[in-house]
């Protein structure tokens, strides 16, 4: 299930699982929305990206949906691993910028 | 590729000393290299930005004189954070950027420095 502490949300979830990590964005300039893994102590890791132009891309294991209707961003983890657990940062870059916005995130716990 | 290193990845420290925090693109060069703060669950703040040879962009809040930053090469910045007091104490990431976009991503992410003010 999905709660929400002090600061990171929560979602919990069994070995092979599907995983659906939601972000929810609000500057309608942005048109390049990536998604980060980050592991306790290390630095953020790209997952993957998607354009305005687009609504849904696929990785490995990964999907990313973009509705810019309800500006909301979600990612996709087809059978989740306990190594899929860390916390997960939507990011978002503004036409013509170089800089990225970093969502709240949400922090996955895989079980076995 | 696009291996972004920082040095030290931890440092304890007494209340009103310096800490220097460096950032290296190893295998690539780095116009554009951005500093991040980030407390514990929370999410990462854009600390400044800046560009080779030139002086750093630093967002609104951030003390440009109490966290210096350098960039001095290609290669290099650091990040100093002067007279450094215990609410100084954070989770300090930097990344880089250079044109063309090694891997199509905006931005390689260094590991992250532990600052820890006594």
């Given at each position: 299930g999905e709660s929400v502490g002090l600061h990171l949300p929560t979602l919990s979830v069994q070995e092979g699982d599907n995983s659906i990590i939601n972000c929810a964005y609000s500057?309608?300039?942005?048109d390049y929305f990536i998604w980060y893994k980050q592991e306790s102590g290390k630095g953020p890791q790209f997952i993957i990206d998607i354009r305005s132009n687009m609504d849904k891309r696929q990785g490995q294991r990964v999907t990313v949906l973009l509705n810019k209707t309800v500006k909301h961003l979600s990612l996709q983890i087809a059978a989740?691993?306990?190594?899929?657990s860390a916390v997960y940062f939507c990011a978002e870059i503004a036409a013509g910028y170089s800089t990225l916005t970093f969502g709240k995130g949400t922090m996955l716990l895989v079980s076995p | 590729g696009a291996v972004v290193s920082q040095h030290p990845s931890w440092v304890i420290c007494k209340s009103g000393t310096s800490v220097k925090i460096e950032c290296r693109s190893l295998d690539f060069q780095a116009t554009t290299m951005f500093w991040y703060r980030q407390f514990p669950k929370q999410s990462l703040m854009l600390m400044a930005t800046s560009n080779e040879g030139s002086k750093a962009t630093y967002e609104q809040g951030v003390e440009k004189d109490k966290f210096l930053i350098n960039?001095?090469?290609?290669?290099l910045s650091t990040l100093t954070v002067t007279?450094?007091?215990?609410?100084?104490s954070s989770f300090y990431i930097c990344s880089a950027s250079t044109p063309g976009q090694i891997g199509n991503q905006p931005q390689h992410f260094g590991d992250g420095t532990r600052l820890s003010i006594l």
């Open positions: 500057n309608s300039a942005s989740t691993q306990p190594g899929d | 960039h001095a090469s290609l290669t007279s450094a007091h215990p609410e100084d």
